[in-house]
């Protein structure tokens, strides 16, 4: 192991081959490989980078996409030449939860306005982001489904799995229609 690595804390059977500061963005949340790249969803930095991790021992950081403002994108999935990207509430960006307490007391829909219908604007994007990543290092957006009344998705992965079905199913250009409740 080289000198320049960090040394774990804790460690069984496991040892440091590698590092990368993914282009600057140490904040990765979730992380999902494919095909040589790994697409990591940041909480801070607002966004998903691209590594390429086909060399263990170098991988380097190749793209960053940015998510709208004050949207996150934390949770990803991918399959065959797809990615999936749930956008939402920048929780922490909120003036709603500038005293952390507050986000793990009450109902969350209702502190930051998401449980009941409003007709007033919102300053972030609510949603399913669909990404071509037949070229793994340039992901391109092909697809979004808002979700229903400005809510994040309750349940991501089972989403994931429903429009990823639902799009390989179709084969044609990426058409995403609201779903119904």
Not at 32 to 58: E, L, P, T, W
Request: aromatic share 8%.
């Amino acid at each position: 192991m080289s000198n320049d690595l960090p040394t774990p804390d804790y460690a069984r059977n496991m040892r440091i081959i590698a590092h990368c500061d993914q282009g600057g963005r140490p904040d990765g949340v979730q992380i999902m490989v494919h095909r040589g790249y790994a697409y990591i969803g940041h909480m801070f930095s607002k966004g998903f980078s691209v590594i390429d991790v086909r060399d263990a021992k170098r991988p380097r950081a190749v793209n960053y996409l940015p998510a709208p403002p004050n949207t996150w994108n934390i949770h990803l999935q991918t399959h065959d030449d797809l990615l999936l990207v749930i956008n939402a509430k920048d929780m922490f960006a909120a003036a709603e939860f500038a005293d952390e307490k507050a986000y793990y007391k009450g109902q969350l829909g209702t502190v930051v306005g998401t449980a009941e219908k409003k007709s007033a604007a919102r300053d972030w994007t609510a949603g399913l982001a669909v990404y071509d990543i037949s070229q793994p290092a340039s992901p391109r957006r092909i697809g979004f489904r808002a979700s229903a009344r400005g809510r994040a998705l309750l349940d991501p992965r089972h989403e994931c799995r429903r429009r990823r079905d639902a799009v390989m199913a179709r084969h044609q250009p990426l058409r995403i229609a609201p779903r119904d409740h």
